[in-house]
């Protein structure tokens, strides 16, 4: 390594994936640098599943605990994990930041199982942050202003919001978004997320079966409106509008 700097866990963790890289390419090399290059260890940092920014009894009970320790502990970090398995044979996309894969791989077929978990990380690290134990509410100020220019006024975006959420056929998302200097509401399926066009993001309620279905069942409009009502975080939305 020639970097002076400390290890970060991620670059530990990187540097453990590599040893098998490394081992390669100094074998390879051998005979023409003699060394391996620390680009080799640099390129590929594995993604982490990054922390929830409450307990997972936070929520409750809009959301169980049961619901989010299942939700994060086990579907976010399977897509983690899914991810990182993935990019061992991929090493130019190993090298990418979660967000720059995602943008790289969207579109492209072949780069399916790649884009659904990088994406799934991204979307549910969002989600954590669009919910408050704290949330709910009518937001303020500028972000106030700018839902009742885009909508006409607050009640028109809920109603805006949770039919998008309550509509979106099978798994996906809705989101509230900035597209230019007007919000709008996007509903995407499966892992499809609005970053991936050019739109920013300010909020999302996930309507994938297992972000509600142990507390609600089959009743996702119930889910939404408890959503909407009791935990949308409005000082993260307010921050990403900037
Ligand atoms: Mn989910």
Redesign the pocket.
């Known amino acids: 390594m020639s970097s002076m700097e400390p290890l970060s866990r991620r670059e530990v963790v990187h540097g453990a994936l590599a040893v098998g890289a490394l081992a390669a390419a100094a074998g390879a090399s051998s005979r023409s640098t003699g060394a391996a290059s620390p680009a080799i260890l640099l390129g590929a940092m594995a993604h982490e599943l990054p922390p929830l920014p409450y307990a997972d009894t936070a929520l409750d009970p809009v959301i169980s605990a049961k619901t989010l320790s299942f939700?994060y502990g086990k579907?976010?970090k399977a897509y983690v994990d899914n991810l990182n398995g993935l990019l061992k044979d991929l090493p130019d996309l190993a090298a990418l930041s979660l967000d720059d894969l995602i943008k790289k791989v969207a579109g492209d077929t072949s780069k399916a199982g790649v884009f659904n978990n990088a994406a799934?990380i991204w979307?549910?690290t969002f989600?954590w942050k669009s919910l408050s134990p704290k949330g709910g509410g009518k937001p303020t100020g500028k972000l106030l202003d700018k839902i009742n220019t885009s909508f006409g006024d607050y009640d028109k975006f809920k109603e805006a919001l949770a039919t998008a959420a309550k509509t979106q056929f099978g798994s996906g998302w809705a989101w509230l978004v900035a597209n230019g200097d007007k919000l709008e509401i996007v509903k995407t399926p499966n892992a499809e997320t609005p970053m991936t066009q050019g739109k920013k993001c300010l909020l999302t309620i996930?309507v994938?079966e297992?972000?509600y279905y142990l507390d609600y069942q089959n009743k996702r409009p119930d889910y939404i409106t408890a959503v909407i009502e009791k935990l949308l975080n409005w000082e993260f939305a307010a921050a990403n509008l900037g």
């Open positions: 939700h579907h976010h799934q979307n549910h989600y996930d994938w297992h972000a």
